[in-house]
């Protein structure tokens, strides 16, 4: 542990040794004080967060395994996780603010009409198929439907099955940009 002077300052405040935790504090703080300002952009919650992590590296030290890495590594670990929870909770606090609940979702009319006209020239496109060809598309893509089932329903091979899709969908297409 003496080539990592933090993992033998976290071993000694597993031990509750408070002059360790001093050294620890003024040894690696500023690090840390500067991961939490980069993570959170605000100064007064980095602050608290720094004191939050601390607390947790004060009550969790003799969690810390210096085989598993360095004593600044598992720090900023703590720093980073604290940080990202904090993220979360403003994000969750953002998204409960009750403006979705008064937002109109409905659509407006102009936007109505646009897509009743898109579903009145797609139903018009579906009549230049061949019926079957037309039933076989809404299967596979309104329905669900695999190639195998579709081709089980139809009994015709898979290949054929996917000729018939493939060759339907470049009608509806070239139907629809007429």
């Known amino acids: 542990m003496s080539s990592d002077p933090i993992a033998a300052l976290i071993a000694r405040c597993a031990a509750a040794d408070r002059a360790a935790f001093r050294t620890l504090y003024r040894d690696s703080s500023a690090k840390l004080m500067g ?9 007064a919650e980095a602050e608290d967060a720094l004191q939050e992590v601390y607390t947790r590296v004060w009550l969790r030290a003799g969690r810390y395994d210096a085989a598993k890495g360095r004593g600044m590594t598992w720090l900023i670990a703590i720093a980073r996780n604290l940080a990202i929870d904090r993220l979360r909770a403003r994000h969750e606090d953002h998204s409960d603010d009750g403006l979705d609940s008064v937002q109109d979702t409905t659509p407006r009319a102009e936007t109505r009409l646009i897509a009743k ?9 579906f009549e230049t198929l061949d019926p079957e060809r037309a039933e076989v598309v809404k299967g596979a893509y309104l329905d669900g439907f695999s190639y ?12 054929t099955m996917r000729t018939w899709l493939r060759r339907s969908l470049q009608k509806l297409k070239e139907c629809l940009e007429t």
Do not use: F, T, Y
């Open 148 to 159: 195998l089932d579709l081709a089980a329903q139809h009994a015709v091979p898979l290949n």
């Open 35 to 43: 991961v939490l300002l980069r993570m959170l952009q605000e100064r």
């Open 117 to 125: 006209g898109e579903a009145k020239r797609m139903a018009d496109c």
